[in-house]
Every structure is written in structure tokens, then in C-alpha cells.
């Protein structure tokens, strides 16, 4: 692992038993992620990004080769070590936000810091903060069916980010965004990776998302095409 | 965290109102039916041990061989030493004697020329000596329809079913025909000093209630009787105190003699093992098919829940939240459900097995019917009834939530981006 990093994949290949044969979603993929990098993972349906997101946040293993996620081997990597890391470093963000319709965005994105039992005034000061990186602090008592899409992606994030995570994953994070909501968005989360320093790796292939991205792994066929970093 | 859960189960009506009622409505019925299987049973259990069986009953071998005989001629001897040696070797318990007889009851009609006739069985009870507490053990007072309690020893207490039938009135004078303990024929007047109604319809057909000490000259049975009955402290019967005193009892004056005493509990008479074992049959039977039905339900229920839920439970396994830990959490959920319910349901059940304690009249079904039961069915709130509807109601939610949430653990977290994309 180099200095500084917190993922390190070396000769990845992932596969899945399809019928009688084997499919191959990522073939011989190498790559390293930097502290509070804002990259994404790029390209068409079936390339293999969510299968590649996966494995980043401890939710699959490699079939073949090395992957290092925040300094624990996936081969060192059982169900409750990959669910602590988990509950410990990383943040996800949906397209569907799955916020919990029966509780507050108070108590949404108060969850993860009940897991980690954080103590009470400590979560509450945790969780007024993130809702205030979001814009939706006038929003604390208010359920999900209660908002606009766009405060719900919101609220999403501060989810992902209330325990202060060193990595957060986004899959199509503003795939059910209209272009405003979209943007507000993503500069919400440019505004948190600079401010946190929190790594933010993106699966997607929305534009407007590829325009905030400061690097680019493009993937195709399970095989990465391009990796490139944009100079902002 | 458990204040988050509990929150969260209150909101969700889907989550929490629907099961409460499922198993409230459950624990209802379970405590329904067992105050109802309690209260008819075990009236059925103090009926006959009041009117038949005792809690426990000292007999002849040979009689208690040829029971449904009422054979008086193998009647116990010498009792006045027996009920002496039973008051000596068990203090606190009541012991009287019981006489059943049968006969012939002849009403005459002015002349003294038979008016009408008709076959009774009788029983012969203490009811004259004083502090004597048959009558009120046979709820002889509460049982007139006619007339008045015996005063004398010539008098006699006839079913009400039957002196109508015979068309004897309070007053009337009754000629009693049957046989002594010896074989040789009796023939004893009695005044019917009123007429009762017991409330059993096996009774009711042709009994009669006598003084025994009449019915003792009338069949020449001094210093002898059919069956001493026993009855423990506070009349309630305890298996366990009955067994030990019928233990001991025969263990010092029980032989192989015939005519030897020999004492047996109420569980050993007759058809009350059936009794007995039916109650507890009952009991479980109607705890178990709730219990298999409700687990049935809420397995359904929480898998349902658990459809709804799929995305909160992918949710919080993708957060970090431990599988064992989800489904120890839905476990508290429906225990916490269990248990409300179950409060609910012990309300609901003993308030309508509070209704049914003033009972519902069978009499009209029990026609022709020799079972030695009441006419009136109740229901009784016993103790049990408190807490019984708590076990299969907590139980089957647990078991129930239990089965559906297996799905958790067979969740395959390489998925969870996908569906929680859906």
C-alpha cells in the first residue's frame, strides 16, 4: 500500500457462476485511491462499477488478486470484520436515498452514530453539525415523505458523513435528481471532500456528475480503459 | 438504541397495532378457554366431589369393587372405630359418611292405596347433627324449590323433577321400598318435606336426600356405611395430599380381606382420572394450537413486515449493522409486541370470562343424559388465567418473528447496491 493510501487493488478479478460457465465483471483491475481524493468510477451499464463499488466498501470479495480497503486485506476480511469497517469508516449514498420513512432526518441521520454508540450530547452536536454541511437544519423534525428529492439526497449525505467516514461510496447519487438538485449536490459533497478531507469515489455516468470529478477511472467490460486525473 | 427501535415500532402502525391486535385477539380466546375449560371441569370436578367422590373415599374392597351396584351388602363395618382412627391419623380433614341407596318411592293416595310409583336413587347424608356441614357442602338450602330443609328424621327431600312427576307435594307422605344391607325387604314411611333441585340432570331424574341415620334403621346398617368421604382443609382437592393420605391410610389398615377398608382418591374413582387428565388435556391443547396458530401468523406477518422492511434491513446491514445484531432487535421488537398484546388480550379475555362466570344453562341439552354434571356451565377466573395468556402470546410472536427473520442472515450483502437501487 503506498503512503497515503486508503484502497489498494492490485490484479482484481471478480467473478460470478452464471448457468453452467462463469461470468467475469472485473478482469485484472489495478488501482490505489488517495486520502481525499473525489474520483469516479465511469462507464456504461454492465461495465462492472457497481461490482467495483463492492468491493470497495467491504460488501464482496475479490475472486482472484489483492485488495487492501483502509488497511485491512480482503483476505483478513470476515462478514463482522467487513461489517465493522463498515459501521466504523464508511459512508454509502443510494440513488434512492433509503432514508427510514418512520423516523425524523434527526434520527436518520443519527443512526450510524447509534451503532458506533456514540453518546447522546456528542450525537446530537454530530448530527446538528451534518445537517448544517447539508443545508437541512430546518428540516430536523421533518420524515422523509415530507421532502423534496433533492432534501432527501441531502439528507442521505448527511447520513453518510455524520460519523465523519474516510471514505464515502455514491452509486448514481443524482440519478433521481433534476439538474438543480443535481448540482446542489454534488457541491455539497466537493464542499465536505475539502473541507473533511473524506474520499469520495463515485460509480456513474452522468454527466453533470463527471464534471465535478477531479479523477476519472473509465471501465469497460471489467477492464479499465483510461485513468486520468483533472486538474480543477 | 433500544428507545430508537421502540420509537420506530410505535410509528409504524403496520408494525406494531396490527400485530398487538393479532395477538391480542389470540390471547384473548386462550384466556377465554381456559377460564371456560376450568370452570366447567373443575365444577364438574367439585360437583362430583362434593356429591360422589370426596376428595378422597374410604370403601369395603368388595364394595368398591361392585360400585355401580351400590351394593350396601358389602357395606363398611364398624365405622364408628374407622372415622375415630381417621380423625386421630388425619386432623384438619373432614370425613362423613354417605349412604346411596335405591328403592321404590310409593306415593298413596288418601286411603292409602298407591297413587302413584316410581324407582329412586337415594342418598343418605348427615343432616341433623349439629355442626353437621352436608347441607351445605350439597347446597341442599339454595337447591329447594319447594318446601324446606329436613328437620326430622322422618323426612325426606325428593328431586323436584321426580315429585312433580309422581305429583307429590311438600307434605305429602312417601313410602321408601327397598332391601337391608342383610337382603331382608324394607318398608319406611317418610314425610317429603320439599323438593330440590340440584342442577344435575342425573340427579335431578330420581334422587332423593335423606337423613342417614333414617335411612341406617330403614336398612339396618348400624355401625356401617357405604363410603366415608374425605375431604381435605378448605375443600380443595390437591393430588398430592390426596395421594399421600390414601398412601399412608392404606398402607396401615388395608389388607387382602375383602371387607378391609381401603381408601382411593378422587382421581381413582370411576371416570374422574378422565376428568382430571382432560383438564390438563384441554389446557394444553388450546395453549398448543394457539400457540402453533399465532407462530403460524406472525411468521406470515413478519415475513409480510419483512418484505415491507427489505430495504431498511439492506440499509442498515450496507451501514455496518451486524446481521445478529438486526435480527436480535426485530426479536426484542416482537417480544415487546408479544407482551403488549398479551396485556391487552388478559384484559379482554378476562373480562369476557367474567361474563360467562354467571354461566350459560345446558339443562335442556343434559335430557336423558347419567353424567354427573351440573346444568349451568360457568366460567372460573382462576390465578392461572393471569398470566397463562402471556406464554403462547410473547412465545409464538418470538418463534413467529424468529422463523421470518432468517431471511436476514441468507441477505447477500454483495447485492445490496442493487436492490437498495430498486
Request: charge should be negative.
Amino acid at each position: 500500500m503506498k503512503n497515503g493510501s486508503i484502497i489498494t487493488i492490485e490484479s482484481l478479478i471478480k467473478s460470478f457462476p452464471i448457468g453452467g460457465g462463469e461470468f467475469t465483471a472485473l478482469n485484472g483491475i489495478s488501482l490505489n485511491f488517495e486520502k481525499g481524493e473525489f474520483s469516479g468510477i465511469v462507464g456504461p451499464s454492465g461495465s462492472g462499477k457497481t461490482t467495483l463499488l463492492n468491493i470497495l466498501g467491504s460488501l464482496d470479495s475479490p475472486t482472484k488478486g489483492q485488495t487492501i480497503v483502509l488497511g485491512t486485506a480482503s483476505d483478513q476480511m470476515s462478514p463482522r470484520v467487513a461489517a465493522m469497517l463498515r459501521k466504523k469508516h464508511i459512508g454509502f449514498i443510494f440513488q434512492t436515498y433509503n432514508l427510514m420513512p418512520v423516523y425524523t432526518v434527526f434520527e436518520n441521520v443519527e443512526f450510524p452514530l447509534l451503532l458506533l454508540k456514540t453518546p447522546a450530547a456528542e450525537r446530537k452536536k454530530a448530527v446538528l453539525e451534518a445537517l448544517e454541511w447539508v443545508g437541512l437544519t430546518d428540516k430536523i423534525k421533518s420524515k422523509p415523505p415530507q421532502l423534496s428529492g433533492g432534501e432527501s439526497q441531502r439528507v442521505a449525505i448527511a447520513r453518510a458523513m455524520v460519523k465523519k467516514p474516510d471514505l464515502v461510496l455514491a452509486d448514481e447519487p443524482t440519478a433521481n435528481l433534476d439538474a438543480e438538485n443535481s448540482h446542489h449536490i454534488l457541491q455539497t459533497m466537493e464542499k465536505l471532500n475539502k473541507e473533511l478531507q473524506t474520499t469520495f469515489v463515485f460509480a456513474t455516468h452522468d454527466e453533470k456528475v463527471i464534471g465535478y470529478l477531479r479523477r476519472i477511472i473509465r471501465l469497460e467490460d471489467g477492464k479499465v480503459v483510461s485513468d486520468e486525473n483533472i486538474k480543477k | 438504541m433500544l428507545r430508537f427501535y421502540i420509537k420506530g415500532l410505535f410509528r409504524d402502525r403496520s408494525r406494531s397495532l396490527m400485530p398487538i391486535l393479532v395477538v391480542a385477539i389470540g390471547v384473548t380466546l386462550v384466556v377465554l378457554m381456559q377460564c371456560w375449560v376450568t370452570g366447567v371441569l373443575g365444577d364438574m370436578i367439585v360437583f362430583n366431589a362434593k356429591f360422589a367422590t370426596g376428595h378422597v373415599k374410604v370403601m369395603s374392597k368388595a364394595y368398591n369393587d361392585n360400585i355401580d351396584q351400590q351394593p350396601n351388602d358389602l357395606a363398611l363395618l364398624g365405622t364408628e372405630q374407622i372415622l375415630q382412627n381417621l380423625s386421630a391419623d388425619y386432623p384438619g380433614m373432614e370425613w362423613v359418611e354417605r349412604i346411596n341407596f335405591g328403592g321404590l318411592v310409593d306415593a298413596p293416595d288418601e286411603n292409602g292405596e298407591t297413587r302413584a310409583q316410581g324407582p329412586g336413587g337415594g342418598m343418605a347424608v348427615d343432616l341433623l347433627s349439629p355442626g353437621s356441614k352436608e347441607a351445605e357442602r350439597l347446597n341442599l338450602e339454595k337447591s329447594l324449590v319447594r318446601g324446606r330443609m329436613v328437620q326430622t328424621p322422618e323426612e325426606i327431600l325428593l328431586s323436584d323433577e321426580f315429585a312433580t312427576k309422581l305429583e307429590i307435594e311438600p307434605g305429602d307422605p312417601v313410602t321408601l321400598i327397598t332391601t337391608t344391607m342383610y337382603g331382608a325387604m324394607s318398608i319406611t314411611n317418610f314425610i317429603v318435606c320439599g323438593t330440590v333441585k340440584f342442577g344435575a340432570t342425573a340427579l335431578d331424574r330420581g334422587g332423593m336426600v335423606a337423613d342417614i341415620n333414617s335411612v341406617r334403621m330403614a336398612l339396618d346398617m348400624q355401625d356401617a356405611t357405604g363410603e366415608i368421604l374425605g375431604y381435605l382443609p378448605e375443600w380443595e382437592y390437591d393430588e398430592l395430599q390426596a395421594d399421600a393420605v390414601a398412601g399412608s391410610f392404606n398402607e396401615k389398615y388395608s389388607n387382602e380381606d375383602e371387607f378391609s377398608p381401603v381408601m382411593l382418591t378422587l382421581r381413582e374413582q370411576g371416570t374422574m382420572t378422565m376428568y382430571l387428565d382432560m383438564v390438563d388435556y384441554f389446557k394444553s391443547i388450546i395453549i398448543g394450537i394457539f400457540m402453533v396458530a399465532m407462530a403460524i401468523v406472525l411468521w406470515n406477518s413478519g415475513l409480510l413486515g419483512g418484505l415491507r422492511r427489505y430495504g431498511e434491513m439492506g440499509l442498515r446491514i450496507a451501514i455496518g449493522e451486524e446481521k445478529r445484531h438486526i435480527y436480535r432487535s426485530l426479536i426484542i421488537e416482537s417480544i415487546f409486541i408479544g407482551f403488549a398484546g398479551s396485556i391487552v388480550g388478559t384484559a379482554f379475555g378476562l373480562f369476557f370470562a367474567s361474563l360467562l362466570t354467571k354461566g350459560i344453562d345446558i339443562g335442556g341439552m343434559m335430557q336423558g343424559s347419567n353424567m354427573m354434571m351440573q346444568g349451568v356451565m360457568k366460567a372460573r377466573i382462576t390465578p392461572d388465567a393471569y398470566y397463562i395468556g402471556f406464554i403462547p402470546g410473547i412465545f409464538a410472536t418470538a418463534l413467529g418473528t424468529a422463523l421470518a427473520g432468517i431471511g436476514i442472515f441468507k441477505r447477500k450483502t454483495a447485492q445490496l447496491f442493487k436492490e437498495l437501487q430498486a
